[in-house]
């Protein structure tokens, strides 16, 4: 079947302007994560959803970083007044829904390479 | 709190030879542990999970993991490297402890197989 798909997958954008990044998971998979990898900083939590529950938005690094899940499936990661900083590759995973005492891997997409010049 | 090393941010074996990378944890409660693998400019791969099952875990590609508590270490092996091998391998803990089971990851190592 499908995995998980982000578009675009290379985003070029000047300092100061807003950037939308977008993330399909897995059908059926309730729960979706955020991570940014990048040179200095590695693998890093950003925001997670699951279901209906308020999202766990404890990994944004500023308030210029937002995301929001519609429908419980499509979610989107907006940046406003991007920094050179923020240039990295953002990653989107899936899972089944969590359930106590029973884990299920993430699938990870292919990431979106965001630059900022 | 939870929290995963890697050590050796680069490994060089020659094709053949065992690999092994090293993972080590830190957990408050029994940990999940996992191994994925990128290949440039992809996505992460899973290899193999540890769920408090089978110590010893088998995974994908021929590579399987030994959880050890008493040494914290969930280390990744091959007995014998192929070219296709050559990624950059990730470890990671699933946060139970919050709820959310975000990953919290090593740093990477990067395999290097050499012909």
């Known amino acids: 079947g499908a995995g998980v798909s982000q578009s675009p997958s290379n985003k070029v954008t000047e300092k100061g302007k807003d950037v939308e990044l977008r993330c399909d998971p897995i059908?059926?998979?309730?729960?979706l994560y955020w991570y940014r990898q990048s040179l200095g900083q590695g693998l890093e939590f950003l925001i997670y959803?699951?279901?209906?529950?308020?999202?766990?938005k404890s990994g944004l690094p500023s308030d210029r970083f937002s995301a929001e899940r519609t429908g419980g499936s499509v979610s989107t990661l907006t940046i406003q007044r991007t920094q050179q900083e923020d240039s990295a590759v953002y990653l989107c995973?899936?899972?089944?829904?969590?359930?106590?005492?029973?884990?299920?891997?993430?699938?990870f997409g292919p990431g979106t390479r965001l630059t900022v010049t | 709190a939870q929290s995963v090393t890697q050590l050796g941010s680069h490994v060089s074996v020659s094709e053949g030879a065992l690999v092994l990378l090293r993972c080590n944890y830190s957990?408050?409660?029994?940990?999940?542990l996992f191994w994925y693998v990128q290949y440039p400019n992809q996505g992460l791969q899973l290899l193999l999970k540890?769920?408090?099952?089978?110590?010893l875990v088998k995974g994908i590609n021929g590579f399987e993991a030994e959880f050890k508590k008493s040494e914290t270490s969930f280390h990744l092996t091959k007995p014998s490297a192929h070219m296709s091998d050559a990624a950059e391998y990730f470890c990671?803990?699933?946060?139970?402890?919050?709820?959310?089971?975000?990953?919290?990851f090593g740093t990477g190592t990067r395999l290097k197989v050499l012909a």
């Open positions: 995973a899936s899972s089944l829904v969590i359930l106590a005492g029973e884990t299920y891997e993430q699938y």
């Open positions: 957990s408050s409660v029994p940990p999940y």
């Open positions: 540890y769920t408090s099952a089978a110590t």
């Open positions: 990671a803990v699933s946060d139970r402890a919050s709820g959310t089971y975000k990953y919290i």
């Open positions: 059908s059926g998979h309730t729960a």
């Open positions: 959803f699951q279901g209906n529950s308020a999202p766990d």
